[in-house]
């Protein structure tokens, strides 16, 4: 079946520097996709979105960048904190499949101080 | 608001026991959902809910039951515990609108044995 998964599962990052995270996924059709942060112990939490009429979307220290011809997602966080360290997961959603999200298995991102 | 709220945290339960994990959201979304997650994995969806007495499969709907008689409560029911459902269960809602972005509850930690 369709399937959203990621390159890296444990990504260590120096406290400052630049994280960037990816995904890939399957399905052509996807037209939404989410990042989401998970900490130790705790629910997802809603990082970023993007809509698959974008490219390229902007938050506080986040950005995200969709390429859909060759189906890749990928998170960037800059200035990385000890705070970033958590779970990343992407998913995505596409128009067939009503308000069901298809996440991947997650990164794991290290922050060393 | 305290978004989406579950109960219990953590539960231990014998083989064959039955209970039901609690959800509620005073965010008045009309979607509600179930995911389990089992170690270093993803979250796959349960069952999921588009209104009050509205509710289907999602995609590992065997060995659960679900209800939505109110706007707020979704909870999920497991009636004859199996160690395949050892697992963290999160519960999460979303406006069914717009850029239908997902909450998440703390979640359950489960375990059968």
């Known amino acids: 079946g369709e399937s959203v998964g990621l390159h890296l599962p444990t990504l260590s990052v120096q406290e400052g520097d630049n994280s960037i995270i990816n995904c890939a996924y399957s399905n052509s059709a996807s037209d939404y996709f989410i990042w989401y942060k998970q900490e130790s112990g705790k629910g997802p939490q809603f990082i970023i979105d993007?809509?698959?009429?974008?490219d390229k979307r902007q938050g506080q220290r986040v950005t995200v960048l969709l390429n859909k011809t060759v189906k890749h997602l990928s998170l960037q966080i800059a200035a990385t904190q000890p705070g970033d360290s958590a779970v990343y997961f992407c998913a995505e959603n596409h128009k067939a499949a009503v308000n069901k999200l298809t996440f991947g298995g997650g990164t794991r991102v290290l922050v060393k101080p | 608001n305290a978004g989406v709220t579950q109960t219990p945290k953590f539960r231990i339960l014998k083989i064959g026991q039955s209970m039901t994990l609690q959800c509620t959201q005073d965010?008045?979304?009309?979607?509600m959902y179930w995911y389990r997650q089992d170690p270093g994995m993803g979250l796959k969806l349960i069952y999921y809910?588009?209104?009050?007495?509205?509710?289907d499969k999602g995609e590992v709907p065997n060995g659960y039951n679900v209800s939505r008689s109110t706007t707020e409560d979704f909870p999920l029911r497991l009636e004859l515990a199996a160690p395949s459902q050892t697992s963290v269960y999160f519960c999460?809602?979303?406006?069914?609108?717009?850029?239908?972005?997902?909450?998440f509850g703390p979640g359950t930690r489960l375990t059968v044995l």
């Open positions: 809910s588009v209104g009050a007495g509205i509710t």
């Open positions: 999460a809602s979303s406006p069914g609108q717009g850029w239908n972005t997902q909450y």
């Open positions: 965010m008045n979304h009309n979607y």
């Open positions: 993007i809509r698959s009429n974008m």
